[in-house]
């Protein structure tokens, strides 16, 4: 990962929770699976790539009570996801000004950075809309997004020449191989096709309801109890 990211995280490194081994969870997680998705009793595997975890009422975990992922990779190896509805203090122009970048662009000075997860939280983390240009690092997620760790997307958008819509994040969701589908068996999170406009255009408080409104629910509807909601 290119360094920039990772400075821009480390300026901020306190305000945002740590996590020490990759993929922690707390204690007695429970997560509920999409209502259509069955787990597969086979050896036949779920790709989740390009979905929204979203989190259920009896998450033990503050750190992702009332979260909704975004899932940017899932293989037979893990998966990688960042979370999208928790704002932090930090604003662009706060974080752009530590890392020797000057952003002029008056609608993104207050615009938040946010907490991706608990994972390496001293990196950054962009997801944005698949663009023309080639950035150093980045993955691209099938659905029309992207993800980009190197410090030429932070350029582009202090310059006006950036994605246009784009989430920064500081750190990432982690799972090793089997962790979230165990999570998932055990019933504790709802999964649903994920929309861009939730991402970008959707504000941050509004997120997990719109989240679960793709699955024609409400959190009025969701119980703490497994399978039920």
């Not at 929309?195 to 679960?212: G, T």
Request: proline share 6%; hydrophobic share 40%; aromatic share 6%.
């Amino acid at each position: 990962m290119h360094t920039g990211c990772a400075q821009a995280a480390s300026v901020a490194r306190g305000t945002i929770r740590q996590a020490s081994v990759y993929g922690a969870r707390g204690p007695q997680l429970r997560t509920v699976f999409a209502k259509i998705r069955p787990m597969p009793k086979s050896n036949d595997r779920i790709n989740l790539t390009n979905q929204f975890l979203i989190a259920m009422p009896n998450m033990a975990d503050p750190t992702f009570s009332g979260t909704v992922v975004y899932l940017c990779d899932h293989t037979e190896r893990g998966a990688l996801g960042l979370v999208i509805n928790r704002p932090t203090d930090i604003d662009l122009q706060a974080l752009f000004s530590r890392i020797d970048l000057k952003l002029e662009i008056e609608p993104l000075l207050h615009v938040p950075v946010y907490f991706g997860g608990p994972v390496q939280t001293e990196r950054g983390f962009v997801l944005h809309d698949a663009t023309e240009s080639t950035y150093t690092s980045s993955m691209q997620v099938p659905g029309g997004l992207e993800m980009t760790t190197s410090k030429d997307v932070l350029e582009a958008v202090a310059t006006g020449k950036g994605p246009q819509r784009f989430l920064l994040t500081l750190g990432h969701a982690g799972w090793g191989a089997g962790q979230l589908e165990e999570e998932i068996s055990k019933n504790g999170w709802l999964t649903v096709q994920a929309d861009p406009k939730i991402v970008f255009d959707v504000p941050a408080e509004d997120r997990f309801e719109a989240a679960l409104a793709l699955l024609g629910i409400s959190s009025s509807m969701l119980s703490g109890e497994a399978g039920h909601a």
